[in-house]
């Protein structure tokens, strides 16, 4: 029999604690964006490939070279979701959200597709969890935005040095004035640079500055940074959230020391849309950025709705599970076996009950199999905990509660008889297992 294996470039999470990283990743940075007011969309994985190569732009590598493009029965041309922005603002002008000047901010949680080269921290399928906010266009939100960023590297308890890169790429006229001036330097030195970058230089000139030659880097850092190019305008929002920036995030607690700002003036990021300032949060244990985004002021109208501002940034799940310093419980808490002779109703609805009612994830095990084995189980699970009941126990008017951890174990109380035996025995084992 053939033996299947996983498509190149995607990732299983599905031992104990990969998945139980994964999901506290998700639950802390969903819960952050809850407390900022954000509330969850949920947007489609396929599109029509128009849509991203109208946002994305046409000439970008992900476009151009990455995206998964197929017909469906109908010959329609659709795309797999390379990222989850162009996505949210097709639905929110779809489904007319953006009228009347208003104000939203939503999240969203799910799989991109791009068809890069695999290593390590870069995938085919990989997730992200991103927000984006309509409406305000103040440097105040791209402050805020940065901010809420650091704060999920903070909650995440992110191991390794990060540097939050900054830079501003500037209005459409920002940004064609200084491609012409960059695209003149790169004709004048044709001859001293890689074959990508001429081929970038006509079709996505910015996107040099992105070529991992050290001799075209060389070249590149005698041309003047696009931040010192921005009109008026774009220049002094610029100042004000570099300046921001720097205020808001530096003295974020939890993060390492080492943890870094710096204004990287050749931050042009791989998207077209962008409008102004943008960032990424980088850790190169995690393989790159971590986070990424920025401002886009246009994509909205351009994708046929209301001309509204917008700003937002999206996290790699793979990346920050690789920096999350996790000292999370396991699924599940608590592992209840059941002895023949168990009061089983009672231990059932009693305990187990109140347990989950107190917020403890219990798992039971009825099965007729020895005790040994049912340990086994549970040890295999890294549960911590686990409650033991038969006959004897049944007799004595008590439960056994073990740690699995260091092998103690002690015996508490069923309390049956007492005036509220059985709410002091429940809050016994809640002291016990560290949940009170
Ligand atoms: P992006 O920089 O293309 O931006 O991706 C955002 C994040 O997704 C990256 O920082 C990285 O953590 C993760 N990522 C990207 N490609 C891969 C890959 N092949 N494997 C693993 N992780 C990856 C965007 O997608 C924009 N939509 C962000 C945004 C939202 N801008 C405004 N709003």
Not at 64 to 78: A, N
Not at 294 to 309: E, I, S
Request: glycine residues 10%.
């Amino acid at each position: 029999m053939k033996d299947f294996k996983a498509v190149r470039g995607v990732k299983d999470i599905v031992t104990y604690e990969e998945a139980a990283k994964w999901s506290a990743v998700i639950k802390k940075v969903e819960s952050l964006f809850e407390s900022y007011g954000y509330r969850k969309t949920f947007i489609p994985v396929i599109e029509h490939a128009e849509l991203f190569s109208r946002s994305i732009g046409e000439e970008t590598d992900i476009v151009s070279k990455e995206m998964y493009i197929f017909k469906d029965r109908k010959g329609r041309e659709l795309a797999l979701r390379p990222e989850g922005t162009a996505g949210v603002v097709r639905a929110m002008v779809e489904n007319k959200m953006l009228q009347g000047n208003i104000r939203e901010k939503v999240s969203y949680f799910g799989p991109m597709f791009r068809y890069e080269r695999p290593q390590a921290g870069r995938y085919r399928q990989f997730y992200q969890l991103g927000c984006e906010v309509f409406g305000p266009a103040s440097p105040m939100q791209d402050i805020e935005i940065v901010k809420m960023a650091v704060e999920a590297m903070s909650a995440l308890n992110a191991q390794g040095c990060l540097t939050l890169k900054i830079n501003s790429v500037g209005c459409d006229d920002c940004k064609k004035k200084y491609t012409q001036k960059v695209r003149k330097f790169l004709k004048e030195k044709a001859k001293d640079l890689c074959g990508d970058c001429n081929i970038r230089m006509d079709a996505n000139t910015l996107r040099v500055f992105d070529c991992k030659e050290s001799s075209c880097q060389e070249l590149y850092r005698d041309i003047e940074p696009l931040s010192k190019n921005l009109c008026g305008k774009c220049d002094s929002y610029w100042k004000a959230y570099a300046e921001g920036v720097n205020k808001e995030t530096r003295y974020i607690t939890g993060l390492n020391p080492d943890f870094k700002i710096i204004t990287d003036d050749y931050l042009v990021r791989g998207l077209d849309y962008y409008t102004g300032p943008v960032f990424e949060i980088e850790s190169k244990s995690a393989g790159g950025a971590v986070i990424a985004g920025g401002r886009y002021d246009k994509l909205v109208k351009q994708l046929g709705g209301p001309d509204t501002p917008a700003c937002g940034w999206a996290m790699g799940v793979e990346r920050a599970a690789s920096l999350y310093g996790y000292k999370g419980t396991n699924i599940p808490e608590l592992y209840v076996i059941y002895l023949k002779g168990a009061d089983e109703r009672w231990l059932s609805e009693t305990v187990v009950g109140g347990l989950r009612d107190n917020g403890v994830s219990v798992e039971e095990d009825k099965e007729d199999i020895p005790v040994g084995k049912k340990l086994k189980i549970a040890d295999r699970k890294n549960v911590n905990w686990v409650i033991i009941m038969g006959e004897e126990e049944k007799k004595k008017g008590i439960l056994v509660l073990k740690n699995l951890g260091d092998g103690s174990q002690i015996d508490i109380n069923t309390g049956k008889c007492a005036e509220d035996g059985t709410g002091k025995m429940i809050r016994e084992i809640l002291e016990k297992i560290g949940k009170r």
